[in-house]
């Protein structure tokens, strides 16, 4: 099974109507009659709601409508994503007085037009009780929790604890024992999470962003009462997601319950500031990375600790040494995950979830203990490579971790770097620094069910349960059937994002394209071997339609399905439940993981030490690479992300108050053009010969694994400071 | 919907006008983009708006003068910007307006609004549950004891220490520009160095305008520092972020010599901040990399530093001798 292509690097298929802003997004519903919608939130740290006053809110002229918690009777919470539910978080705001954190909503003002729902939000006032709160890995009032010791499925949620990695430790020669932090990060897409919510008779179609449809539809049939049969969600695009919209948000069940109030459809766009307290977000972690290696360079012991920041109300789980344990073949690894509760929403997937911060620690103390033997960074992670998992004994699907460290010194010229830290200026005094570091990812798989439907008038038509959130989603499947129906791929009309389609599944964890595009491809496979039935004497150029219309048929359809190696049928079950129902890494025969390997040069300046990143080099090893041009996207943005979450982005919080305080664009720094110079891109794109039928692994996290890291390496390369923290900023090297 | 009062007037008497009618709760609109984003944050809520955007009279700058530049307070910031004479002849005034917002704020913003843009403190912005003595006087300083990282230095009081995040009122105040302004009581001529308070007990009170008085024109005084000047801003990203420590600095250098030295500082100060102490240490001897250190220091000798903006004392310091150093290189050059 080695898969199909290479592919064609062709455009976008829905880049035409992108660029003319003809892409429909959740918020650009306008039904009849339509009303506006604003939440009002909470003004303290933790407590109880006493009093919610609306009176003056519901006198401004327009407002039709305002719910509190005192209007949600028989609404039930669905639960959290990680424990069998599929909201971001346990809370769901409005249902009773707790006020678990602040920015949660107390109350949803409904108008005739958003003026007056704004307006009307303003005027709402309440009265609390507050308790003592804490919102830092280190506030008083922060429970410690070791993850080990938690109700979470074993063996996944187990420390790890290969050979005896403190022994090997304690022998070692040479050692790195260092602890490093990650601040905490907001996903921020520009399309802001929304609904649009309308009813006919008991039947409720809501128009949302979101990376799963389908969990909305449960989840939200779950916490009204009524059947999911009645209850459709349509997402067909989603203006960039990165984790944020990967489960329900507390609006969507307000707004559905405002519109069946009401008796007409209402919308409601969560304004960022507020979207920074009603989504989750990437939490703060604190790493502590113990290494061992004899003089020679072989790393023979690694202790990876780890704290993360969780809610007081769920459990957001540390996965990262899933992933740290495999990045080197090191044969003593042990790891500790703690999680520690704090007073805010809960905490969850922001593109690279843990793997972001845990390969800065990890690949941070690589190159410590680089600099500790005197060896070339590269070298040193070129001769720890072993061909199978330590963790598991088995054998990795594929790895070419190995080619793309070699490519990618290649291509950026790595031969050309001096060892010492600050030995590379330019002739104004700009220190220059060269780093280094990979990441990886593991290649999961969710059941994935494709319909393939060809007409006689030339017509292809894919419905498949996978969510297009920018990524390419549509580019990647439509590329699947046309390489098989040998047509071009945008003659393929790809159906997506509708719960009306084949169920789909939550679209997420990188697994996206090793999901959908086996599905879709075994979908075209079948399509070919029933048009081959139809004419079997037809001649190779013959077309889809050719045939049908040659065998008087207006249309042929197929249904495929496809789930991962050695994954149980009841997969699919969980899938139709919107439920997580993903397998990976860990199959019977294999390990899967994609690979990638950073080069960064940083120039600091060296009076005002601003830090500017010239050039990348990324090679990624994401098994083939089914549409080169937004696979080549994403490993760019992955890169951008990395060198903003190196260099500039934090949401900042302030313990006195709770929640956090840059909550908009302005504030919240990302890069921006004038921050990024030149990032060259390459793919390995070799098909993983175990995986699926598409040879394809995950791509869009991995990119976001190891820049940061690469990009802290080549600041400590260029002035001889080790900053054990995200972001580094102009105070770290003045 | 908050409903206010509108006024588009055409000439500048009628627009003091509307403004005495209407004060002291309205506010003068020019390129909206600080008063608007105000307003939605529901930071500022006037009860009238006099919009100056037909003053047509205002919008025109003149660069070519030999006693001065004059500047209408309604030309945008971007066609200033692009000015080709003061691109050569006042690098520093040209650089303070590229350097400042995005090209689409620049393209909507005036030179006269523009330098009462105010504050970015993210607990004025922020509303409740954050007192602020500027957003409501006697509430306290949030800030204080905060998250006060981009906050000043220099100019504090223990009632606010919001930094002043404007770029173009510093590159003035290094060139002693001066403001014609009108109100009913007539015109007046404002020097730059005293348009904005300190904010000392009363940090709501920045400016010394009348709620009826309207900035018409800035004048700048022709120098030949003019053209051994920068505006060196140090932020957080390259483009499109207020400074962390920026420096307006003009030299006149008789060969090695400094006979003129101007030195004016943003993003560090709660007001634009004349460092006359460092200017006057350099005057008379040479400019070296030794002496721009110790003038940068100088600058900072009063800063009153907070939880985590200690670093702005050593930043500030070395933004200052660094535009030392830029301007004396344009001074060889000219």
């Not at chain 1, 919610?52 to 919470?77: I, N």
């Not at chain 1, 949620?157 to 304690?170: E, I, Q, R």
């Not at chain 1, 500017?612 to 994403?634: E, I, K, L, N």
């Not at chain 2, 909507?108 to 993210?122: D, E, F, K, S, Y």
Request: hydrophobic share 40%.
């Amino acid at each position: 099974m080695t898969g199909p292509g290479p592919f064609p690097d062709v455009a976008r298929v829905d880049a035409r109507d992108k660029v003319r802003g003809m892409t429909p997004y959740g918020a650009d519903n306008h039904p009849p009659n339509l009303a506006h919608a604003m939440l009002v939130t909470a003004q303290i740290g933790k407590g109880r709601l006493v009093k919610v006053d609306t009176d003056a809110a519901r006198a401004v002229a327009g407002v039709q409508l305002v719910l509190t918690h005192q209007d949600t009777e028989g609404l039930k919470a669905d639960g959290y994503l990680f424990a069998n539910g599929r909201s971001f978080q346990s809370v769901q705001p409005m249902i009773g007085t707790a006020i678990a954190y602040r920015g949660q909503p107390i109350a949803l003002v409904v108008a005739d037009s958003l003026e007056a729902a704004i307006e009307g939000a303003e005027q709402v006032s309440a009265e609390y009780v507050t308790a003592p709160f804490s919102v830092t890995l280190d506030s008083e009032g922060t429970e410690i929790l070791a993850q080990a010791d938690l109700p979470l499925p074993k063996p996944a949620f187990a420390d790890k604890n290969v050979g005896d990695a403190d022994a090997a430790l304690a022998a070692a020669p040479v050692t790195v024992d260092a602890v490093y932090d990650s601040a905490p990060q907001h996903q921020n897409p520009i399309e802001l999470i929304a609904t649009v919510a309308s009813w006919d008779g008991d039947e409720l179609t809501v128009y949302e962003s979101t990376q799963h449809v389908e969990g909305i539809r449960q989840g939200l049939a779950f916490e009204l009462g009524i059947s999911p049969d009645k209850v459709r969600v349509i997402s067909p695009f989603c203006g960039g997601s990165f984790g944020q919209k990967n489960a329900m948000h507390a609006q969507t069940v307000l707004v559905a319950l405002a519109a069946r109030t009401l008796g007409r459809p209402v919308k409601l766009v969560v304004p960022r500031s507020q979207l920074f307290h009603n989504t989750s977000f990437r939490p703060p972690t604190r790493h502590r990375v113990r290494l061992g290696a004899d003089r020679a360079g072989k790393i023979v012991a690694a202790v990876h600790e780890i704290d993360q920041q969780t809610s007081r109300h769920d459990l957001f789980p540390s996965m990262a040494t899933d992933t740290s344990a495999r990045l080197h073949g090191i044969p003593n690894f042990r790891s500790r995950e703690r999680l520690r509760r704090t007073d805010v929403q809960t905490p969850g997937f922001m593109r690279a979830p843990w793997e972001h911060a845990a390969a800065f620690a990890f690949e941070s103390a690589i190159d410590e203990l680089a600099y500790a033997l005197d060896r070339d960074p590269v070298e040193l992670r070129l001769a720890n490579e072993l061909p199978y998992d330590v963790v598991t004994g088995k054998p990795f699907s594929s790895r070419h971790l190995s080619e793309c460290l070699r490519r990618g010194a290649e291509l950026f010229g790595w031969a050309r770097r001096r060892m010492a830290p600050r030995s590379m200026r330019e002739t104004d005094g700009t220190l220059v620094g060269w780093g280094v570091a990979t990441g990886a990812y593991p290649s999961v798989i969710s059941p994935s069910i494709a319909q393939l439907r060809v007409t006689d008038d030339g017509g292809i038509v894919l419905n498949v349960g996978v969510q297009e959130m920018g990524q390419g989603a549509r580019n990647a499947v439509a590329a699947a059937v046309a390489d098989v129906l040998k047509v071009r791929a945008d003659q393929v009309t790809t159906l997506l994002g509708d719960t009306k389609g084949p169920p789909p599944h939550l679209t997420a964890g990188s697994w996206g394209t090793a999901t959908a595009v086996p599905a879709a491809r075994q979908a075209a496979i079948d399509m070919r071997e029933a048009l081959r039935k139809l004419q079997p004497e037809a001649s190779n150029g013959a077309t889809p339609a050719g045939i049908l219309r040659h065998a008087k048929r207006p249309f042929l359809e197929v249904e495929a399905r496809h789930q991962a190696p050695g994954a149980p049928d009841a997969v699919f079950d969980r899938m139709k439940q919107g439920l997580l129902a993903y397998v990976g890494p860990e199959f019977p025969e294999f390990v899967s993981f994609s690979f990638i390997a950073h080069f960064v040069e940083v120039h600091v300046e060296p009076a005002t030490c601003r830090v500017r990143v010239p050039r990348v080099v990324t090679v990624a090893d994401c098994g083939r690479v089914v549409s080169p041009r937004t696979a080549a996207s994403q490993l760019r943005g992955g890169v951008v992300w990395g060198i903003g979450g190196a260099l500039r982005e934090a949401s900042e919080v302030d313990p006195r108050y709770g929640g956090f305080l840059n909550a908009d664009l302005a504030e919240y720094l990302v890069p921006v053009n004038a921050d990024i110079g030149d990032i060259q891109v390459d793919f390995v794109d070799k098909p993983d010969p175990m995986l699926n039928n598409a040879g394809v692994k995950g791509l869009g996290e991995v990119a976001n694994v190891g820049p940061a890291a690469a990009v802290a390496n080549a600041v400590y390369h260029a002035t001889g400071r080790r900053v054990r923290h995200l972001p580094i900023r102009i105070e770290d090297l003045l | 919907m908050r409903s206010f009062a509108y006024a588009r007037p055409l000439t500048v008497m009628a627009a003091v006008q509307a403004l005495a009618d209407a004060s002291p709760h309205a506010r003068i609109i020019a390129g909206g983009t600080t008063l608007y984003d105000l307003m939605k944050l529901n930071i500022e809520a006037p009860q009238a708006l006099v919009d100056v955007s037909r003053l047509g009279e205002l919008t025109t700058f003149d660069t070519s003068g030999t006693r001065e530049l004059v500047f209408g307070a309604m030309a945008r910031m971007s066609d200033i910007a692009a000015d080709r004479t003061l691109q050569t002849d006042y690098p520093a005034l040209a650089e303070s307006l590229w350097l400042a917002a995005s090209p689409q704020v620049r393209n909507m913003a005036t030179v006269g609004g523009n330098l009462l843009q105010r504050t970015r403190c993210a607990y004025f912005r922020g509303g409740a549950p954050y007192p602020c003595n500027k957003r409501q006087p006697g509430s306290g300083c949030a800030a204080i004891g905060g998250l006060d990282r981009s906050h000043a230095i220099l100019g504090t009081s223990t009632s606010c220490v919001a930094v002043y995040p404007g770029d173009w009122a510093v590159a003035l105040a290094a060139f002693d520009a001066q403001l014609d302004t009108v109100s009913p009581r007539g015109e007046r001529t404002i020097p730059i160095d005293e348009l904005h308070r300190e904010p000392g007990e009363t940090p709501h009170l920045e400016t010394i305008l009348k709620p009826d008085e309207l900035i018409v024109r800035i004048r700048v005084p022709v120098t030949v520092a003019g053209r051994a000047s920068t505006y060196h801003k140090i932020r957080d990203r390259a483009s499109y972020a207020f400074a962390l420590a920026s420096a307006a600095v003009a030299l006149r250098v008789d060969g090695d010599t400094v006979r003129e030295a101007r030195i004016a500082l943003g993003g560090v100060a709660t007001r634009p901040w004349r460092a006359r102490d460092a200017e006057r240490a350099l005057m008379g001897g040479a400019l070296t990399e030794g002496s721009a250190r110790a003038a940068g220091e100088l600058a900072f000798t009063a800063a009153r530093t907070g939880q985590y903006n200690r670093f702005k004392v050593e930043l500030g310091a070395r933004t200052i001798a660094e535009a030392l150093m830029i301007a004396k290189g344009r001074a060889k050059t000219s």
